[in-house]
């Protein structure tokens, strides 16, 4: 899909609702047909520096954590003040995908979304600080996408180095 381009003017066009996942817990499903290339819904929350989201979760409690990185030094910490785009379950082969234009989060679809389909994109996870890659345990990102091409896990895809 080509990249969208940015609007001022409010969408909020009520594709969306909340429902039980056969991915994960909670899921978002299409209400309606979405076309392909809609701006879907905004990722809300509280806005916080990286490090005081791993300061706040590393307290040794287990916990969901519904974030997004905005850039290098923001994340959108989505469990506090988020709304239902906090919901959006991991694929390894999406239905939409979310785009970052003034510091906002954006989810489009990048196909078409039929009426009662799951949304999800690539999480594409990684470490939030860099040289922390080896710090966390693999196997809490696994994946249950259920597609024919799951990779098995939330983390992104290791890219091919070319030795130059």
Excluded: W
């Excluded at 969306?16 to 996942?21: D, L």
């Excluded at 506090?80 to 939409?96: K, L, T």
């Excluded at 989060?105 to 999800?120: D, F, H, K, Q, S």
């Excluded at 939030?128 to 994946?143: P, R, S």
């Amino acid at each position: 899909m080509k990249p969208p381009t940015p609007s001022n003017k409010p969408q909020n066009r009520d594709f969306i609702r909340v429902g039980r996942s056969r991915i994960e817990g909670t899921g978002v499903f299409a209400k309606r047909k979405i076309p392909n290339g809609t701006r879907i819904v905004e990722y809300l929350g509280r806005r916080i520096p990286v490090g005081t989201l791993l300061a706040e979760r590393t307290d040794g409690k287990p916990t969901r954590t519904y974030s997004f990185g905005v850039n290098k030094t923001t994340i959108i910490d989505a469990t506090v003040g988020g709304n239902e785009a906090r919901f959006i379950n991991h694929s390894c082969e999406p239905n939409c995908e979310a785009y970052v234009f003034d510091d906002r989060v954006y989810i489009y679809a990048m196909r078409g979304i039929l009426r009662g389909e799951e949304l999800t994109f690539d999480y594409k996870l990684g470490p939030a600080l860099k040289g922390a890659g080896k710090k966390y345990d693999k196997t809490h990102f696994a994946c249950h996408c259920g597609s024919p091409n799951c990779r098995g896990t939330m983390l992104a895809e290791k890219s091919k180095r070319k030795n130059t």
